[in-house]
């Protein structure tokens, strides 16, 4: 008989309190339960929160171990690591506060967990479903996009993915550098060949599972400070080198995607690049080789961005410009010890939230160590 094994879900959240509600509430309805809730806020007002959730949602739960805490520093990364510091049950769904599951959704991911008699699946995604759960209204407003899959004509799909895939870079397994040189190659257990899961490379951020001693680990990386993109490429690519990453695609969940403390589109593209350069700079087994990929991969990038910025008519070319600014500052951070990146790239994100732009190239040149006395 296969182990009954427990699951509790982590939300780092940021500014989000309606729709937050709405994907706990979605958590505690699941036809499998969760052990546990533990909810890290960054924002300001987290205490009002925090009561209304306990008062609203816990209170009708208290099977549901409830822990909603104030985030010690703001930051995806290391509000997720905050959370799983305090997570105890066997599974830990990293979902986002904007993640909306269907009823099923932690049923069918666990299915495939307690299936996995060997223990050699590591983390396992849900599908995402292009519509919210039946009879959830959401009273928050999604981020504005340009071109997307829905749009597509039939007859000339398949051109329109290679599109997608080629032109647009719409593809998370092209924009990931693997640290090792290449992915892992895994194919479907066994014991898991009756259900319907799939190998993936690497895992997208709203919708992630783990064994929680798997991505204990391997935890986020520190350097990523708040809206810190990438960060779910890296930690699951790290976790796919102990063991499997599935998709189950009876596992239905919708990311809303909402617009609610999101950054500027050039900030974003910034960070998406400085965040890789930074990942790659931390765990690459060979950095010249994976430095030139990572110039190779964003000079892509600027031409892509270039046709999706116009396309959606953009003229300022925000994410163009963003990808730009990024090569400018990059080689700073391959250059930099581990003791000088440490002390670096926070500087720079914060410099870069609060005022909209990177700081002074002569000045983020010049920050040294506070520990160093030269």
Same mark, same amino acid.
């Given at each position: ?124 995604? +849900?599908?995402?479903? *292009?519509?919210?759960? !039946?009879?959830?209204? =959401?009273?928050? #407003?999604?981020?504005?996009? $340009? ?37 892992? +190659?895994?194919?479907? *257990?066994?014991?898991? !060949?009756?259900?319907? =899961?799939?190998? #993936?490379?690497?895992?997208? $951020? ?169």
């Amino acid at each position: 008989m296969n182990k009954t094994l427990s699951w509790g879900l982590v939300i780092a959240t940021y500014q989000r309190e309606k729709i937050l509600s709405q994907c706990l509430q979605l958590a505690v309805e699941q036809t499998r339960q969760p052990s546990e809730i533990i909810v890290i806020d960054a924002s300001d007002h987290w205490q009002r929160t925090c009561s209304q959730v306990m008062a609203e949602i816990a209170s009708h739960y208290p099977e549901i171990r409830w822990v909603y805490q104030a985030a010690d520093q703001r930051g995806l990364p290391l509000q997720r690591n905050q959370g799983l510091d305090l997570a105890t049950a066997d599974i830990t769904f990293l979902f986002d506060d904007d993640s909306l599951m269907y009823p099923t959704c932690a049923e069918e991911i666990m299915r495939v967990y307690e299936a996995d008699t060997e223990g050699v699946v590591k983390g396992v995604q +849900s599908a995402l479903a *292009p519509t919210l759960p !039946s009879d959830i209204t =959401v009273e928050d #407003v999604p981020k504005a996009v $340009g071109w997307h899959r829905d749009q597509w004509i039939p007859g000339i799909a398949s051109f329109q993915r290679f599109i997608w895939r080629h032109l647009f870079l719409m593809d998370s397994d092209f924009l990931c550098i693997p640290y090792d040189g290449e992915f892992p +190659s895994y194919s479907v *257990p066994a014991s898991l !060949s009756h259900l319907n =899961v799939r190998p #993936v490379k690497i895992f997208h $951020g709203c919708r992630m599972t783990y064994r929680r001693e798997a991505i204990a680990q391997e935890p986020f990386e520190p350097l990523l400070l708040f809206y810190a993109l990438l960060e779910d490429m890296d930690a699951s690519y790290r976790v796919s080198r102990h063991g499997i990453l599935l998709e189950a695609s009876d596992a239905k969940l919708h990311h809303f995607q909402s617009n609610s403390g999101r950054l500027s589109r050039y900030v974003v593209s910034v960070l998406s690049a400085m965040n890789q350069a930074v990942c790659l700079r931390r765990y690459s087994n060979d950095l010249k080789r994976d430095r030139d990929r990572f110039y190779q991969l964003t000079a892509r990038r600027v031409l892509a961005e270039i046709f999706k910025d116009g396309l959606s008519r953009r003229w300022t070319f925000p994410q163009v410009r963003g990808l730009l600014s990024a090569l400018k500052y990059s080689p700073q951070v391959f250059k930099l010890s581990d003791e000088e990146l440490a002390h670096w790239y926070p500087h720079f994100q914060k410099e870069l939230i609060a005022s909209g732009k990177p700081p002074a190239f002569a000045q983020t040149a010049s920050i040294q160590p506070a520990t160093e006395s030269r």
